[in-house]
């Protein structure tokens, strides 16, 4: 398979957008963004072996590799638009193309993303993506807003993806519901649009809620006080039994949950409540923002609790 | 140096843009598109060994890595705006990323273009770039509109940078011109600008001149005739003293020029040559659109001429 077999094998299932001027094939893309919206643009790349395990099924990692960039998206506030993306690829392969395929426009047609370019690279299994948002002016949710007194929210539930890790990592067997929540993360873009006047902060969780609260608190000027005792866990993290050192340790500061993080003002709990009700998502309050920088973490007594590591660190000396 | 520390690293050497709002440090980048303009967005990655010789100094990479986007910019008729960067690296080396990015910002700071975003990854040596420039609606040069009867012209000369190439791979020595033009390419943004109105079609030139020039023709439904002793080759080049054969074959079907190639109506002629003079661009006729599609190359005493390869395929059965 030729490198120009492989782009027109893309461009054959290639949805289609009103305000995609021009598609894959030419220099560049040609899009209208809508007059009064900001564009939003988040760039993520999974290398094989970091960010998905080796061996991971084509089609999850085709999933995934847009995923993440949504849940940035998703973030931010924004609608999705459009996306780039640049496959490398050791050997080519049809079947797996096919496969990654499948996964990364099952995620995109979800949320009516447009592919509109990007390039095929032969070199190591790597995926990168580009996703294009668009937001209403000041309507984007970023992560300075923190203010102290704020209500710490998380939605859905966290420690499943590093659980599966973990499990995999063991070669033990691994729940699909674990397995799941590792390959094909759901980005939260409905809620992210809904916290709109909410939320005076979000991030997603991708290095683990502890390492992702850090950096709201640090671009805040704050800091946060969280009960870890108080991070949701799903029904197939609550049945592995675990000792409560290590489901601690996966729900703070595993990472690959893709929830978003959230502060709002206390006073604001029932409108937040009505919110997410009428979305169908569960959110929990975690925590609360306070003047002292750094985050303190507790457990269920109010004993002090330190992760043995916290977040996914991609170097270190 | 961890991750964090590469990406303060990279955000302190950042210039800003009145219309970036909000650039590295958060979900995504926030960015207003001036109200009437179309964004136009280009995305290519450099691999190790594959887009560069193993040992390119840090500073070619980075500043190649954004001229491969930018001249897709530039073939499109773009002015560049932003980018965003995602930079694999197999392991941690302040003084290859400061090398990098001097190259990298070196030539960002020459376009006025404002690094927005991206991530860092643990992984084999690679440089993905998205690329967002602005045009004026229906200003936009594209593939699709080259006529029979159209002069074929391309920018500057050709052949060089397959040169360099072919040399170092033989390990002889690489005069410092061609080696320059292997490693820091010129994109050709004030000429693709001056090209609307003029230009029917156009691309740039970065997998060989029969290779992109037949990009242009499938998508305008047209053939050309080329005469490959017409391609401009440089001093450097020349002084080679190679067989006419073996210069043929790097000039016609080496790439790696970032020169544009463009087709414009033979009336124009002299519109042509004074919009390029104005420029100080030099630029050459080198053949002719006719209906019958392919690319029929020949000689300057009209024999039928065949490269051996015709562009670069990065995969193959």
């Given at each position: 398979m030729r490198e120009f077999d492989l782009i027109a094998r893309i461009r054959e299932r290639v949805a289609s957008r009103g305000d995609v001027v021009l598609g894959i094939g030419d220099d560049a893309a040609l899009l209208q963004v809508p007059d009064g919206m900001q564009l939003v643009v988040a760039m993520d790349t999974l290398n094989d072996g970091v960010h998905f395990p080796i061996g991971t099924a084509p089609g999850d990692i085709g999933w995934k590799a847009l995923a993440?960039?949504?849940?940035?998206?998703?973030?931010?506030?924004?609608?999705?638009?459009?996306?780039?993306?640049?496959?490398?690829?050791?050997?080519?392969?049809?079947?797996?193309?096919?496969?990654?395929?499948?996964g990364f426009f099952a995620l995109a047609s979800e949320h009516d993303v447009a592919l509109v370019g990007g390039d095929t690279t032969h070199g190591p299994l790597s995926v990168c993506v580009t996703a294009h948002g668009l937001v209403e002016p000041g309507r984007a949710l970023r992560r300075d807003g923190a203010r102290v007194g704020d209500d710490i929210w998380i939605t859905g539930n966290v420690g499943d993806a590093a659980a599966a890790l973990s499990l995999l990592q063991r070669s033990e067997r691994v729940p699909d519901p674990l397995r799941a929540r590792l390959d094909r993360p759901m980005p939260r873009i409905a809620t992210g649009r809904a916290l709109h006047g909410l939320a005076h902060a979000c991030i997603d969780v991708s290095d683990g809620v502890l390492a992702d609260l850090g950096h709201?608190?640090?671009?805040?000027?704050?800091?946060?006080?969280?009960?870890?005792?108080?991070?949701?866990?799903?029904?197939?993290?609550?049945?592995?039994?675990?000792?409560?050192?290590?489901?601690?340790?996966?729900?703070?500061?595993?990472?690959d949950d893709y929830e978003l993080c959230f502060t709002t003002d206390p006073a604001r709990r029932s409108e937040l409540d009505a919110t997410l009700s009428r979305l169908g998502v569960d959110a929990s309050r975690i925590g609360v923002v306070v003047a002292n920088p750094g985050i303190v973490a507790h457990d269920a007594d109010g004993s002090a609790w330190q992760p043995s590591a916290t977040g996914y660190v991609h170097f270190s000396d």
């Amino acid at each position: 398979m030729r490198e120009f077999d492989l782009i027109a094998r893309i461009r054959e299932r290639v949805a289609s957008r009103g305000d995609v001027v021009l598609g894959i094939g030419d220099d560049a893309a040609l899009l209208q963004v809508p007059d009064g919206m900001q564009l939003v643009v988040a760039m993520d790349t999974l290398n094989d072996g970091v960010h998905f395990p080796i061996g991971t099924a084509p089609g999850d990692i085709g999933w995934k590799a847009l995923a993440v960039n949504l849940s940035d998206l998703a973030a931010m506030g924004a609608h999705p638009a459009w996306c780039t993306l640049s496959l490398s690829l050791p050997t080519p392969d049809r079947a797996w193309v096919d496969g990654f395929l499948d996964g990364f426009f099952a995620l995109a047609s979800e949320h009516d993303v447009a592919l509109v370019g990007g390039d095929t690279t032969h070199g190591p299994l790597s995926v990168c993506v580009t996703a294009h948002g668009l937001v209403e002016p000041g309507r984007a949710l970023r992560r300075d807003g923190a203010r102290v007194g704020d209500d710490i929210w998380i939605t859905g539930n966290v420690g499943d993806a590093a659980a599966a890790l973990s499990l995999l990592q063991r070669s033990e067997r691994v729940p699909d519901p674990l397995r799941a929540r590792l390959d094909r993360p759901m980005p939260r873009i409905a809620t992210g649009r809904a916290l709109h006047g909410l939320a005076h902060a979000c991030i997603d969780v991708s290095d683990g809620v502890l390492a992702d609260l850090g950096h709201v608190c640090a671009a805040s000027g704050v800091g946060a006080r969280i009960d870890v005792d108080a991070l949701p866990a799903s029904e197939a993290l609550c049945a592995l039994s675990l000792d409560a050192g290590t489901r601690r340790q996966w729900q703070a500061a595993g990472g690959d949950d893709y929830e978003l993080c959230f502060t709002t003002d206390p006073a604001r709990r029932s409108e937040l409540d009505a919110t997410l009700s009428r979305l169908g998502v569960d959110a929990s309050r975690i925590g609360v923002v306070v003047a002292n920088p750094g985050i303190v973490a507790h457990d269920a007594d109010g004993s002090a609790w330190q992760p043995s590591a916290t977040g996914y660190v991609h170097f270190s000396d």
